[in-house]
């Protein structure tokens, strides 16, 4: 390989380990790899940039925009109430199974999510369901856990059925556009998208009950499991409790919550016997129900540790939130104290649920990761400040979703239909259909102009059209072309079957490390330069780029639907395995299978 080729590939591996790691967000590490091969000459500047003149990333914010009318105005919202009522509503867990009904549950919520999914971003669609869903749940004492994950799988299957369905195609399809090929048609995927999306639904379906424990979620262990949730309240120097016994201090029959133990410097006080004496400073954890933290604020002579992050909001009509932290979060590899988060966000921050569990230190210390659910305090307008900001991927407020605006349901509904109807009829391109979507959607006053600009994931957009650059890098260097040829070498016993498997797995692993879009980008010229090597038609290999960097099963970072319900349903991060990995191995399968046939070799 020449030298130019080297240096790209150390700025691709570079990439990947700032993208795995979490180091800076996304788009940063795109965006500067990118004009670091540009300032070294490795591509000139209209290779850098023409992923930002793309159709692609415009195509993509067009959508964002559409996603979020369908969201603000719950066009959705009675067609999931519907799907969820069923006659078993009673059924209880046992023995830590699903209830009976678990699975017609599953299909019922994940057939029609996957129908959606496949004309609207995927990710605004779970954004809206899963607070729904695990509402639902909590109402009728069950866990949401056999359904939040089907649901956000369910998702990504759906968009694999058109061009629209995830941003992941539009970005081959642009790819495809950019190499001199024509664009991916609307229904041009379908033919592996939509076996894909059926199998995998039927597996859903099948396994999902056995394969999922039955999980406590992150809000039923904040309000409900004693044993999940704690606050820490200091003794007054000098109170009314300074100098008290625990029983005395009323403090050993609380109703809904007990004191756990006593912090006194550096000594630690558990189990609390009732005789113990209170001195000041004492820190007292107390273990129970989120819904009394306020209650226990208000006992003379204790005052929380976090008190100065509440300062402000005790004067307030308050409630509570869980927040997700998403990839793209500024928090994420950060403390609470490092971000200034009450003066940032307006809110405290009262536990911290991570991987199935609630994080016991102290929060001001613990650093951030993707994915950790943050129990919130916060008035009433923190749900519409911070719902569309990137700095959480999903905030879903305890005790129900604010109505939405139905008046207008209607009009959207008409508006995603006719995108389906003219870029499938060949009527009109994809990126004209979407804009006059979502101009469509400002001008029937179904989102405000602000609201259609903050709907727009920025981050999202930079790093598909950064990623275009790196992917440029990639194929002009002749890195393309070498490690296609270690990757057919290496699969030559399989002959072309076998070259189409190693890129599908080639993807498969890494969209787990990095996002779906920059694997995608990666990938496509060493899929087109395997083609070239084995004789194969280029497009079936591009189409099988497109379906295995969406593939994203087995991680709850893999894929931002997977973050959105990792707290939701409390999972643990090998949860996604058991279920995920028969799903990634059926989505590879089928995909082996159709695309030979829908594009001869």
Known sequence: MSGEAWFTLAVVIGTVGLLTRNLV?????????????????????????????????????????????????????????????????????????????TRRRIARLAAPTAVAS??????????????????????????????????????????????VGTSTNLVVSGLLEASGRPPMGMFEITMVGLPVMVAGLALLVLLGPRFLPYRQAALQTFTQAVREFSVAMRVSPDGPLDGSTV???????????????????????????????????????????????????????????????????????????????????????????EVGFRGRYDAAVLAIHRAGERVDAKLGDV??????????????????????????????????????????????????????????????????????????????????MREARDAVDLDVIVVIAAAFGLGEAVAVTGLADRLAGLLVDGFAVFGILGALAGIILATIMLTELITN??????????????????????????????????????????YQTNTMVYGLGGYRFTDYVRLGFPLTVLVAAVSLLVIPLAWPF
Not at 81 to 100: F, K, N, T, V
Not at 519 to 539: K, S
């Open 247 to 337: 029983e005395a201090a009323g403090l050993r029959h609380l109703q809904g919550v007990f004191l756990a133990r006593i912090d006194r410097g550096e000594e630690v006080i558990a189990p609390v016997d009732p005789d113990r004496r209170l001195a000041g400073d004492d820190v007292l954890t107390f273990v129970g129900k989120v819904d009394l933290i306020v209650d226990l604020q208000t006992t003379r002579g204790l005052v929380s540790t976090e008190d100065h992050h509440l300062e402000g909001l005790k004067d307030t009509r308050q409630r509570f939130y869980e927040a997700v932290l998403g990839q793209g979060s500024p928090m994420v590899g950060h403390t609470l104290k």
């Open 118 to 163: 496949s004309v609207l971003n995927n990710t605004p669609i779970v954004a809206m369901v899963a607070p729904q869903v695990a509402d639902w749940a909590a109402r009728r004492g069950q866990s949401a856990s056999p359904l939040l994950m089907p649901l956000s799988f369910a998702a990504i299957l759906g968009g694999l059925v058109t061009a």
């Open 25 to 101: 967000p996304a788009s940063a590490a795109l965006l500067g790899a990118t004009v670091l091969l540009l300032v070294t000459g490795v591509i000139d500047a209209p290779q850098a940039f023409a992923g930002f003149a793309n159709p692609a990333p415009i195509t993509v914010a067009a959508l964002y925009v559409l996603a979020r009318a369908v969201e603000i105005t719950g066009a959705l919202d009675r067609v999931i109430a519907r799907l969820l009522a069923s006659p078993d509503d009673a059924d209880e867990a046992a023995d830590g199974r699903p209830p009976a009904g």
């Open 517 to 558: 879009n920059a694997a995608a980008v990666l990938m496509f010229p060493i899929a087109l330069a395997t083609a070239d090597a084995v004789g194969a038609d280029a497009r079936g290999f591009a189409i099988a780029v497109a379906v295995a960097a969406s593939a994203s099963f087995l991680t709850p970072i893999g």
């Open 367 to 448: 650093r951030l990761r993707t994915g950790d659910t943050l129990l919130l305090l916060a008035d009433e307008a923190f749900y519409t400040r911070w719902r569309e900001s990137p700095d959480f991927l999903l905030v879903a407020p305890i005790g129900g979703i604010p109505p939405a605006r139905t008046r207008k349901a209607p009009v959207v509904g008409v508006i995603a239909a006719g995108i389906v109807l003219l870029a499938g009829a060949g009527v009109l391109p994809i990126l004209q259909a979407a804009l006059i979507a979502a101009f469509a959607i400002i001008a029937t006053g179904a989102l405000t």
